[in-house]
């Protein structure tokens, strides 16, 4: 009878995560790095979620945290499994940076975790060296998002990198008449973890300038009008990995033929 209810005992946290997974989570809190070691960058960035007290495995996000400052987490609750890190994972997720919020630095031994080696993700892009494949016509409007962290206008490694690469190979191949590029900002206000967030209107032009410079190093020949937006909606673009804050800070390039 012991070892049937030990057993229960064991399950139950299981299935109440089972309940959970795919839940969206969303707070403010301040980062903090554990030390793992199974290989180069396998360190771990964990969160605590304020409200519940919980700590969470945020190290799959393509934003990765400055640990002096507070990050918005925004993510899904991952599938039960081995804890890496020493938390149940948030995948998809992101971290955005707060730069108007310091936090203190703090630093956890590996205690045991592994952490997790470093590997390419799905989202990454060849060397410039490496010929892209020509994508195929006939070829029509078509919009490519590109996404950013909140309230700022920075391009994210690797992430932004990939998704400015698929539409490049694109507007290369395709030749439309012109592009129209679009910046968002989530400019109304929510509350998160007690606080009022809302993104500068300015930054849906800074985006959209942004991107449109990049552009147009990218293919001097394109011609590019750039409008913005505020108060963004969010989209279902499987980009933004079904989150819908990430889906809002946003870019659109549109080919117009």
Request: charged share 25%; glycine share 6%.
């Amino acid at each position: 009878m012991k070892t049937v209810a030990a057993l229960l005992m064991l399950a139950a946290p299981l299935a109440a995560h089972a309940e959970e997974t795919g839940k969206l989570v969303r707070f403010v809190a301040c980062p903090t790095y554990r030390n793992a070691d199974s290989g180069r960058k396998s360190g771990c960035w964990l969160v605590e979620d304020p409200a519940t007290g919980r700590r969470w495995d945020t190290s799959l996000s393509p934003y990765k945290p400055d640990w002096n400052f507070a990050v918005l987490v925004e993510g899904k609750v991952a599938a039960a499994g081995p804890e890496a890190c020493g938390a149940p994972v948030l995948d998809p997720v992101r971290t955005s940076r707060l730069l108007d919020q310091s936090c203190p630095r703090h630093m956890l031994p590996a205690e045991g975790y592994p952490g997790r080696r470093y590997k390419l993700s799905g989202r990454y892009i060849d060397p410039l060296s490496v010929a892209r494949a020509v994508p195929p016509g006939p070829y029509g409007e078509r919009v490519f998002p590109v996404y950013f962290e909140f309230d700022n206008d920075f391009l994210i490694y690797q992430y932004d990198d990939y998704l400015l690469d698929k539409a490049e190979t694109w507007l290369k191949a395709a030749k439309p008449r012109k592009v129209v590029v679009t910046g968002y900002a989530a400019t109304d206000p929510v509350t998160v973890s007690g606080q009022r967030l809302a993104e500068r209107p300015l930054v849906a032009r800074e985006r959209a300038e942004a991107i449109a410079e990049s552009l147009r190093r990218l293919i001097p020949e394109l011609v590019i009008e750039t409008r913005w937006q505020t108060g963004a909606r969010p989209t279902d673009e499987p980009e933004a990995d079904g989150l819908p804050g990430q889906s809002q800070r946003r870019v659109e390039i549109r080919a117009v033929f």
